[in-house]
């Protein structure tokens, strides 16, 4: 097996600065994910479609919060089923809502 020089043709050609999207939450062009979140399921798509690499980090903050407020389990099914359904609303719907008696951290 040789060591060759040769060029790989299966890369997808992107702009200088990576992949960009018109995100859905900011509604303009920005960079956006480098790979397909929850791959295998539809919202990964629709996501790595949509989504710019800033809103997906301000997604994670509120899945945090999530994940907190409601004690989530990710092994159950029907905690990772909610939080499918609120990151689609997040991003594609009216907005995650903010859990009942949720206090945002105050600022020092």
């Not at 992949?19 to 979140?37: A, H, N, S, Y």
């Not at 919202?43 to 479609?49: A, K, S």
């Not at 907190?68 to 689609?88: G, I």
């Amino acid at each position: 097996m040789a060591c060759g020089g040769g060029v790989p043709t299966n890369l997808k050609e992107e702009p200088a600065g990576g992949r960009m999207v018109m995100c859905v939450k900011f509604q303009r062009e920005m960079p956006g994910l480098d790979e397909i979140p929850f791959e295998g399921h539809p919202i990964g798509q629709r996501i790595y479609d949509g989504v710019s690499k800033e809103a997906w980090k301000m997604w994670i903050e509120h899945m945090k919060m999530l994940l907190n407020e409601y004690r989530l389990n990710l092994a159950t099914k029907e905690s990772q089923e909610f939080l499918v359904q609120q990151m689609d609303d997040y991003f594609f719907g009216a907005g995650s809502a903010l859990p009942p008696d949720f206090v945002p951290a105050q600022a020092k």
